[in-house]
């Protein structure tokens, strides 16, 4: 349950409890909504900043667009209320979650008048797949849902209701006691866990499914391959298969609230060495430097508070 800290709504910091919605917001009946999780993390040099802000509210007016959700304020906008909010709760370190809703008007599905509602809220959460995770490892399934293929969602977008499929496979897993699932696509291969991308370490090189599989292609998962490439690794966008993730050396999750996670084991199977690996360990250290402002090369990845 997040702290119950003011929320930025409609263009005002409100009390927690003020930030409400009718039961006939027509968002809440059909899934016609956008949203994003964005991360803040206090830097080695004792700042706060967001970590790649600006892409999270493109992506997040791209999703509006996409789901023909008319959106009022600029990327700028978003921007500046994220960190008026940040400092107005403050907090050094956060998870944010902009949320874009129809509310009243038509209760019919084209949804044509409705009012575009929209709210910032953020609260500290620690690591998504818990603390223990990020070093020692998650245990998957392959989930029997099917991740929706691209003639029936829109995969770059957060869309609400497209989550139901996250939401369904992510409890099956965990009810039956893994970490989290894996999704695979219409036509057998792997798509991506319920809220992170994937990637697979076979011979010392990465793979990770393409962007144009049925996959969010994440703002993590962008991050991951630059700083990949930059420490001289190969990585390669390629179609995988569940028995490529059976063998692989190495496997590891990543997103916004994930992080980077490395899987040590996968229905059943011992992912290597069953524990986290080199290039995974790598990888992780060199996404903290970055997000925590440790990294030269990309300043231009934090918005500073
Ligand atoms: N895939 C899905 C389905 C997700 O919900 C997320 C989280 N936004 C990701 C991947 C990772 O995306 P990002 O790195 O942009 O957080």
């Given at each position: 349950?997040?702290?119950?800290?003011?929320?930025?709504?409609?263009?005002?910091?409100?009390?927690?409890?003020?930030?409400?919605?009718?039961?006939?917001?027509?968002?809440?009946?059909?899934?016609?909504?956008?949203?994003?999780?964005?991360?803040?993390?206090?830097?080695?040099?004792?700042?706060?900043?967001?970590?790649?802000?600006?892409?999270?509210?493109?992506?997040?007016?791209?999703?509006?667009?996409?789901?023909?959700?008319?959106?009022?304020?600029?990327?700028?906008?978003?921007?500046?209320?994220?960190?008026?909010?940040?400092?107005?709760?403050?907090?050094?370190?956060?998870?944010?979650?902009?949320?874009?809703?129809?509310?009243?008007?038509?209760?019919?599905?084209?949804?044509?008048?409705?009012?575009?509602?929209?709210?910032?809220?953020?609260?500290?959460?620690?690591?998504?797949?818990?603390?223990?995770?990020?070093?020692?490892?998650?245990?998957?399934?392959?989930?029997?849902?099917?991740?929706?293929?691209?003639?029936?969602?829109?995969?770059?977008?957060?869309?609400?209701?497209?989550?139901?499929?996250?939401?369904?496979?992510?409890?099956?897993?965990?009810?039956?006691?893994?970490?989290?699932?894996?999704?695979?696509?219409?036509?057998?291969y792997v798509?991506?866990?319920?809220?992170?991308?994937l990637?697979v370490?076979?011979?010392?090189?990465?793979y990770?499914p393409?962007?144009?599989?049925?996959?969010?292609?994440?703002?993590?998962?962008?991050?991951?391959?630059?700083?990949?490439?930059?420490?001289?690794?190969?990585?390669?966008?390629e179609a995988l298969t569940?028995?490529q993730l059976?063998?692989?050396?190495?496997?590891?999750?990543?997103?916004?609230?994930?992080?980077?996670?490395?899987?040590?084991?996968?229905?059943?199977?011992?992912?290597?060495?069953?524990?986290?690996?080199?290039?995974?360990?790598?990888?992780?250290?060199?996404?903290?430097?970055?997000?925590?402002?440790?990294?030269?090369?990309?300043?231009?990845?934090?918005?500073?508070?």
């Open positions: 349950m997040p702290e119950k800290l003011p929320i930025w709504l409609d263009g005002e910091i409100v009390p927690y409890e003020k930030a409400t919605t009718h039961v006939l917001s027509h968002s809440l009946h059909y899934g016609v909504g956008a949203f994003e999780g964005i991360r803040a993390y206090k830097g080695v040099d004792g700042r706060s900043a967001v970590f790649r802000l600006r892409e999270h509210m493109e992506r997040l007016l791209d999703s509006c667009k996409v789901a023909l959700i008319d959106v009022s304020y600029t990327v700028d906008q978003l921007i500046e209320a994220s960190v008026a909010l940040l400092k107005h709760n403050r907090l050094a370190e956060a998870y944010i979650r902009p949320l874009v809703w129809l509310g009243e008007g038509s209760m019919g599905v084209a949804a044509v008048d409705n009012e575009v509602r929209v709210a910032i809220a953020a609260w500290p959460w620690g690591a998504y797949l818990g603390a223990e995770a990020l070093e020692k490892g998650v245990r998957l399934c392959t989930s029997s849902y099917e991740r929706i293929g691209i003639r029936s969602h829109h995969e770059k977008a957060k869309i609400t209701g497209q989550y139901v499929n996250s939401v369904l496979a992510k409890r099956e897993a965990m009810s039956a006691g893994f970490h989290e699932a894996i999704m695979l696509d219409s036509q057998g798509a991506e866990g319920t809220g992170e991308n990637f370490v076979m011979k010392g090189e990465i990770t393409p962007a144009g599989a049925s996959i969010l292609a994440g703002i993590t998962r962008e991050t991951l391959i630059t700083i990949a490439r930059e420490a001289e690794l190969t990585v390669r966008e569940r028995t059976y063998i692989a050396d190495e496997v590891f999750m990543c997103g916004t609230a994930a992080e980077v996670t490395p899987v040590r084991e996968i229905d059943g199977r011992k992912i290597g060495a069953g524990e986290r690996g080199p290039i995974a360990t790598r990888i992780q250290s060199d996404y903290f430097d970055a997000v925590r402002g440790n990294n030269p090369r990309h300043k231009e990845w934090l918005t500073y508070l």
